[in-house]
């Protein structure tokens, strides 16, 4: 079976996040997603006081920034790579407000696509 | 000073009783310790052992302890050249071990980075605003401006960001933090015995800025003003650093759902460092007292 695209997953985390907001309490933070390899691009996902949303670009400025292949990213949502491992392994790398970074281990076991 | 005027221990000899002096001595008979003498081998084996929500950590004092140790080896010097060009031959002979020293220090923490293998991970995102405002910036410059004035106040900051601050606030919190969290889990017993010798090292250090400062604090307010300033300015910065590192040991917590060794306090860190905060301004403000330098020298020689 194909893999979605990456924008596809984006828009699948974005529906995730509007249909369950309440496990996001205590999470608020503009999360920028720099994916690199093949399927390329740049994500946010926005978490306040009204919830939270996924979009394709940028349109807050970031509290943390993670650059991430594809790849490693599709096997970060699958479970199969946690974000602490994914910078421990150097796979992950962070810019900003690491103690927000933290808090996406817990967002993507809620909202994530087993994709 | 372009010329020498007269040497001391030409016309006389070294002040044996000089507290700097005596700094000098304990250095060359404590400080004798290397770096590449310590093993690593049981940490890379507790490093391997542990998962990765516990080896993160780590990570945060490491990283602030890395640039840390590396930017008072580099930032030094200066405060070197003032007291030679001020002819203090003692706080001179006394410096030349401290130099040595930092660059260990900086030499212990790339060693055991290396040894547990994170050498190539980038650990500068823990460096917040507050750690940046200390190290990079207020610290290097109060030091590099030493190089063209050694006034008193000049001298006062620069020993007071460096000596009182850096090391008698920060690392000593952070030796402490190390020790009640990897001591008591029974992890890295390399690392633990390399801050030992830091942190004796580091005792040196902070005497010589508490002498320092004291000297020219005794019988002048406008100086202690300086002083009990610019403390308290960097207080703000150390304590929003400090409260950065409990807050993130709390999210690290939250992250390990498996019984786990690695045991973090976040209370303790901060009640340890407003200690250490409160002695150094203590160590200054006794000698106020004293109506002049000469008058504190009699008393401590």
Redesign the interface.
């Known amino acids: 079976m194909a893999k979605p695209a990456m924008k596809t997953v984006f828009q699948m985390i974005d529906a995730a996040l509007k249909l369950d907001p309440e496990k996001l309490e205590g999470s608020e933070g503009v999360y920028q997603f720099n994916i690199t390899g093949e399927d390329s691009g740049t994500y946010q996902m926005i978490i306040d006081e009204n919830g939270g949303k996924a979009i394709e670009g940028t349109e807050k400025d970031p509290n943390c920034t993670l650059t991430i292949s594809d790849e490693d990213y599709r096997d970060m949502l699958a479970g199969a790579l946690?974000p602490?491992?994914a910078?421990?392994s150097?796979k992950l790398?962070?810019?900003?407000d690491?103690?927000l970074a933290?808090?996406l281990?817990?967002i993507l076991d809620e909202y994530a696509p087993r994709v | 000073m372009v010329h020498h005027e007269s040497f001391q221990t030409v016309k006389g000899s070294i002040n044996w009783d000089d507290p700097m002096y005596k700094l000098y001595e304990k250095a060359k008979k404590i400080g004798t310790w290397n770096p590449a003498d310590i093993d690593f081998s049981q940490d890379a084996k507790d490093f391997q052992s542990l998962r990765?929500?516990e080896?993160?950590t780590a990570l945060p004092l490491v990283s602030a302890f890395s640039a840390g140790e590396e930017a008072v080896t580099l930032d030094i010097l200066p405060m070197m050249h003032a007291m030679a060009n001020q002819g203090r031959l003692e706080d001179t002979m006394y410096l030349t071990t401290f130099v040595h020293e930092e660059a260990k220090h900086t030499e212990m923490f790339a060693r055991w980075q290396k040894a547990v293998g994170?050498a190539?991970?980038?650990l500068s995102?823990?460096h917040t605003d507050s750690y940046k405002k200390i190290f990079y910036e207020e610290l290097p410059e109060s030091m590099n401006r030493l190089l063209t004035d050694d006034s008193p106040e000049a001298v006062i900051r620069a020993a007071t960001v460096y000596n009182m601050v850096v090391e008698g606030i920060l690392a000593e919190s952070g030796y402490n933090a190390f020790r009640e969290i990897f001591r008591k889990a029974g992890l890295f017993p390399g690392l633990l015995k390399g801050i030992d010798y830091l942190n004796m090292d580091e005792g040196r250090h902070i005497q010589f800025g508490i002498y320092t400062i004291q000297r020219l604090v005794a019988g002048n307010d406008e100086n202690y003003k300086i002083f009990n300033d610019y403390i308290d300015e960097l207080w703000v910065h150390a304590y929003d650093f400090i409260n950065?590192l409990t807050?993130?040991a709390v999210?690290?917590e939250?992250?390990i759902t498996y019984e786990s060794k690695v045991k973090v306090d976040p209370n303790l860190l901060k009640s340890f460092a407003e200690r250490q905060y409160k002695i150094r301004k203590s160590k200054i403000d006794r000698v106020r007292k004293y109506e002049s330098a000469e008058e504190l020298e009699r008393a401590i020689q």
């Not at chain 1, 790398?93 to 900003?96: N, S, V």
Request: charged share 25%; no cysteine.
């Open positions: 946690n602490t491992e910078f421990m150097g790398t962070i810019e900003g690491i103690g933290l808090k281990q817990g | 990765d929500e080896r993160i994170i190539n991970l980038d995102v823990f950065y807050d993130l999210q690290q939250k992250l």
